[in-house]
């Protein structure tokens, strides 16, 4: 069954620091993958995706995310933490019997 | 445009009794999806419309149920409410056809069950 592994339930990185969350999926074929961000009593908003291409995707808020299919992988990433930076942050595959698969979230701290 | 909004916000019930939740896609799309969200079981599946009709489904019970009305808001049902139950209700629509694609979530329904 596909499934998407986020094997960090909780990070904390100090403003200003460079900063990479892992993500991890099974799926047989190419997935399409996505990372959403969710603020405390918000909902969720997406920061990027993958669906072909070049393996190296930006997003917004200054968030990239490097698809490598040797290991399985999609992980997050940015140069430079800010305060705001701080929330949840979801690693989602899209099966095509037509849903999205969450990993667990890995929660992200910001020290000042 | 408006995003993804829903109603209401927040919700006490009793074990029991049943609830309706309402979400109004952005304008414009035609998929709506509906996910639930425990702190145990995290982000889940319910199910999603399209065109009003249901295309897809998760692994819940028949107490959750939902629809879609021809404007494309939907609606989601939970009958006979239990403990568990109790969790942030969110909703996402996407514009619709083949391949759903980015999906726009609107800020949820918080449902606590007593």
């Known amino acids: 069954a596909q499934s998407v592994t986020q094997p960090d339930i909780h990070i904390t990185v100090s403003e200003g620091a460079s900063l990479e969350l892992r993500c991890n999926y099974s799926?047989?074929?190419?997935?399409?993958l996505f990372w959403y961000v969710q603020s405390p009593g918000q909902g969720l908003q997406l920061l990027l995706k993958y669906f072909s291409g070049d393996t190296l995707v930006q997003g917004i808020k200054g968030f990239e995310a490097e698809f490598k299919r040797s290991q399985s992988s999609f992980n997050l990433r940015k140069p430079s933490v800010h305060w705001s930076d701080a929330a949840e942050y979801f690693c989602?595959?899209?099966?095509?019997?037509?849903?999205?698969?969450f990993g667990q979230g890995t929660e992200l701290s910001v020290k000042p | 445009k408006a995003g993804v909004t829903q109603t209401p916000r927040y919700l006490i019930k009793t074990r029991g009794q049943q609830v309706t939740l309402s979400c109004s896609p952005i304008?414009?799309?035609?998929?709506v999806s509906w996910y639930q969200q425990t702190p145990g079981q995290g982000l889940q599946f319910l199910f999603e419309?399209?065109?009003?009709?249901?295309?897809n489904k998760g692994n819940f019970p028949g107490r959750f149920s939902g629809r879609q009305f021809s404007n494309s808001r939907s609606e989601m049902n939970v009958s006979t409410l239990e403990l568990g139950d109790s969790a942030l209700y969110l909703c996402a629509s996407s514009p619709g056809g083949g391949f759903p694609g980015e999906q726009y979530f609107g800020p949820g329904t918080r449902l606590t069950v007593t």
């Open positions: 419309y399209f065109s009003e009709t249901q295309r």
């Open positions: 989602v595959c899209y099966n095509q019997g037509g849903k999205l698969i």
């Open positions: 799926y047989g074929a190419t997935p399409y």
């Open positions: 304008s414009g799309h035609r998929s």
